[in-house]
């Protein structure tokens, strides 16, 4: 199985600043890579697919980069409403795997 | 619109049987593939398993720690997807969440999730 290990586990951040989500697979994944942000008690929500491509309706603050084995979500100008958990999740291969989380909190 | 809603979660007990139902609206169902993917209390989420579309022979996939208890079907018909649970243990405690698959750039991704219902294995 490929493992998706991601990083930092958790991250305090201040309204307005610009922060970086890392995510890093076992094994080579080439762009097949999903970001979701979940809020506590709610179901989670697509925010980029194919690790760079913004879904739909998904603010541009949002954005992905990486290929291969590293990955990153960067999310500027932090507002209230972006504190949340953030994973990552490959689908290069089955079974389907996820990061462990990033739970983003206000400083 | 979009919309998954996921129903038949509740308390069982161990070594016992649940089947789950998720209704879709708002697309052509049975174009999808579509994935059930769970979350234990305070833990992070985990994939359960997949159906392909009927284009694809309603295949299945299946994370290793369901395969063998747990069976994913769909019914075109009725715009729904079932997750039928036997053999349930306490580990499976946990919200299941229906999830629609996309079809973009060559692979296949969640795009959209159903609210979850969250399922007690319990005695």
């Known amino acids: 199985d490929i493992q998706m290990t991601q990083s930092p586990s958790s991250l305090s951040a201040s309204v307005g600043d610009r922060v970086t989500i890392s995510c890093r697979a076992s094994q080579d994944i080439s762009n097949s890579l999903v970001w979701f942000q979940q809020k506590p008690g709610k179901a989670p929500k697509s925010l980029i697919y194919?690790?760079?491509f913004l879904q739909s309706g998904v603010p541009s603050k949002f954005s992905g980069s990486g290929s291969g084995t590293d990955f990153t979500l960067t999310i500027s100008s932090l507002q209230p409403e972006d504190f949340a958990t953030y994973y990552c999740q490959q689908y290069r291969s089955y079974p389907v795997t996820f990061g462990q989380g990033t739970r983003l909190e206000i400083k | 619109e979009v919309q998954l809603v996921e129903s038949g979660g509740g308390l069982v007990q161990p070594g016992g049987s649940l089947r789950l139902s998720c209704a879709a609206s708002g697309f052509t169902f049975s174009d999808h593939y579509m994935d059930w993917v769970r979350q234990a209390p305070g833990k992070g989420l985990e994939w359960v398993g997949r159906t392909r579309n009927r284009a694809n022979s309603y295949t299945t996939e299946y994370a290793a720690s369901v395969k063998g208890r747990f069976t994913i079907s769909r019914d075109d018909s009725k715009n729904s997807l079932y997750l039928q649970m036997n053999s349930l243990k306490t580990e499976d405690t946990a919200v299941y969440y229906c999830a629609r698959v996309y079809y973009a750039r060559s692979t296949y991704f969640i795009d959209y999730w159903g609210q979850g219902t969250l399922v007690t294995v319990s005695s």
């Open positions: 194919a690790a760079s």
